[in-house]
């Protein structure tokens, strides 16, 4: 699902692969991702979400699944949000992280609501909770996401949340 890029009162989500064309770009990006993607802000995410070796692979990787988007607040790079066609045109899956010195600003609320803003509907949002992720759970129920009690895996708790026209 390309998403065109959206500001929300204090955040501006926009597509990565501008940065990731221009090589100066590029290199303060991976500058940054090296020092932010550390244990405690990957630990919930999925395995696959580690920083284990070059950050270069860890980009490569993403772009390769997803589409990824920069967040920034006054022209600084705080996150990423992180968009997976799970169905074509009907669902996306999506997983974001922040820089652990922004988190309890209320940015991940904010970028959620901006999101279902910029959706095209129709569409189905989809999120995984690892159940070790209270904040996270709430995020989503404050910006209007159900969980599905049937979709429950091991650790895991599915949230949903429908964009209509």
């Not at 993403?62 to 988007?69: A, L």
């Amino acid at each position: 699902m390309p998403l065109s890029d959206f500001t929300t009162p204090r955040l501006k989500v926009s597509h990565w692969d501008a940065l990731l064309a221009d090589p100066i770009a590029r290199g303060a990006l991976l500058r940054y991702l090296s020092r932010i993607l550390s244990n405690d802000v990957t630990r919930e995410l999925p395995p696959s979400f580690a920083l284990i070796g070059d950050v270069a692979d860890w980009v490569a990787a993403r772009q390769s699944e997803s589409d990824v988007y920069v967040i920034n607040v006054d022209d600084q790079l705080v996150g990423l949000l992180i968009l997976f066609d799970d169905e074509p045109n009907t669902a996306i899956h999506l997983g974001y992280l922040f820089a652990q010195s922004t988190w309890g600003q209320g940015y991940a609320t904010e970028l959620l609501h901006g999101l279902v803003a910029a959706a095209k509907p129709p569409v189905t949002l989809l999120a995984g909770v690892a159940t070790t992720n209270p904040a996270s759970a709430h995020v989503l129920r404050k910006a209007g996401f159900t969980l599905e009690t049937k979709q429950k895996e091991q650790g895991m708790l599915s949230f949903s949340r429908k964009v209509e026209a």
